[in-house]
């Protein structure tokens, strides 16, 4: 059973921004925290945000605040990831994953998305 399915990759110009999905089983969707972590190669994961299974709180990393919003549509158990301004430092790919705990460290997600690559063109 997948868990959690990721909308696919992009290739965007620097500056723009994009709108990605992460759709989720019931059993996932309801009363999981619902977080984005990135890889690039040669580093480790890093987070992004996230968002309460409430849909009432959010964070994110200090690098993409300004530029980022997530937000969970509960009708269709889906959650959204949208960034601005993209740089092409951005580049890399990006993962849902789903918790029952609230934590930027990835360590604390049960349940991942497949991945999906997001590239910034300069």
């Known amino acids: 059973q997948e868990h959690l399915v990721e909308s696919g990759g992009v290739l965007v110009q620097a500056g723009g921004s994009l709108r990605l999905s992460c759709a989720a089983s019931?059993?996932?969707?309801?009363?999981?925290?619902i977080a984005w972590f990135r890889e690039v190669p040669a580093k480790d994961g890093d987070f992004v945000g996230v968002?309460?299974?409430?849909?009432?709180?959010?964070s994110y990393a200090d690098s993409v605040k300004d530029r980022s919003t997530i937000s969970r549509d509960s009708a269709k158990n889906t959650v959204y990831r949208e960034m601005s301004s993209l740089k092409a430092e951005n580049t890399a790919v990006y993962y849902c994953?789903?918790?029952?705990?609230?934590?930027?460290?990835?360590?604390?997600?049960?349940?991942w998305g497949q991945g999906t690559q997001d590239t910034i063109s300069s």
């Open positions: 968002i309460s299974w409430t849909g009432t709180s959010t």
């Open positions: 994953t789903a918790g029952t705990v609230r934590s930027n460290c990835a360590i604390q997600y049960n349940y």
């Open positions: 019931v059993g996932t969707f309801s009363r999981h925290n």
